[in-house]
């Protein structure tokens, strides 16, 4: 039973492109988060996706960052023209409910980096 | 509010040594609170859950307690070896959501 599932690992970006990041959720699980952990500093959430929709993006910049959990397919997480301060990791983890008394099993994050 | 404080935020031992990593929540209301391991530069390595009916939770030489009333956890490493030199996280689930503290870096000489 694979667990949560992120790619790529290690993600380089020039200022301006476009970062895709990648979360595969364990099997049965229908429930998504996304943090990121900029360097030196802690964990923040970003945003929750259940299937088709965004529960809460409380946490995710409003500009240039967006998310989805499309019907078919894994979670993305998209940042468009990336600049240096988007340089973190992004972990994902997932849940196979909303029982809030559920672990959020983690994948192993992408280390993006923003040259 | 809930914030999540993690003191100290670096801890050197020599090896052998009992040591106990503090956390404290500032809201009582949360659903459980999980320990977490994280090497340089890897990913985040779950030690151990403890659901808010509970006390305590033990996974060998590891030992967590919760006592939400006073907003306030502790991790037990018992017998310390140099491989446990890591970072520790602790986060507290509210509704959905993990809450972080900064880490405990521990350091552990041989």
Excluded at chain 1, 15 to 22: D, K, P, S, T, V
Excluded at chain 1, 42 to 71: H, T
């Amino acid at each position: 039973n694979a667990g949560v599932m992120q790619n790529p690992r290690h993600l380089v970006r020039r200022r301006g492109q476009e970062a895709r990041l990648r979360c595969s959720p364990m099997k049965g699980h229908s429930h998504v988060y996304w943090y990121r952990q900029l360097p030196e500093e802690g964990l923040k959430f970003m945003v929750y996706l259940q299937k088709e929709n965004i529960i809460d993006e409380s946490g995710m910049p409003k500009e240039r960052f967006s998310a989805e959990f499309p019907k078919e397919g894994p979670s993305i997480l998209r940042i468009q023209q990336v600049v240096r301060g988007d340089s973190a990791a992004y972990f994902c983890a997932s849940s196979p409910n909303l029982d809030s008394t559920y672990e959020q099993y983690f994948g192993p994050g992408t280390r993006l980096t923003v040259t | 509010k809930q914030e999540v404080t993690q003191i100290p935020a670096a801890l050197s031992v020599p090896e052998g040594e009992n040591l106990v990593l503090n956390c404290s929540f500032t809201d009582s209301a949360i659903y459980n609170l999980q320990w977490f391991r994280q090497d340089p530069g890897k990913g985040l390595t779950s030690l151990l859950l403890i659901q808010s009916s509970q006390r305590e939770q033990t996974s060998g030489r590891l030992n967590a307690s919760l006592d939400k009333s006073s907003g306030r956890s502790t991790l037990y490493i018992a017998a310390s070896q140099p491989g446990d030199s890591a970072t520790y996280l602790c986060a507290v689930k509210g509704d959905y959501q993990l809450i972080w503290g900064a880490g405990t870096k521990l350091i552990i000489k041989p």
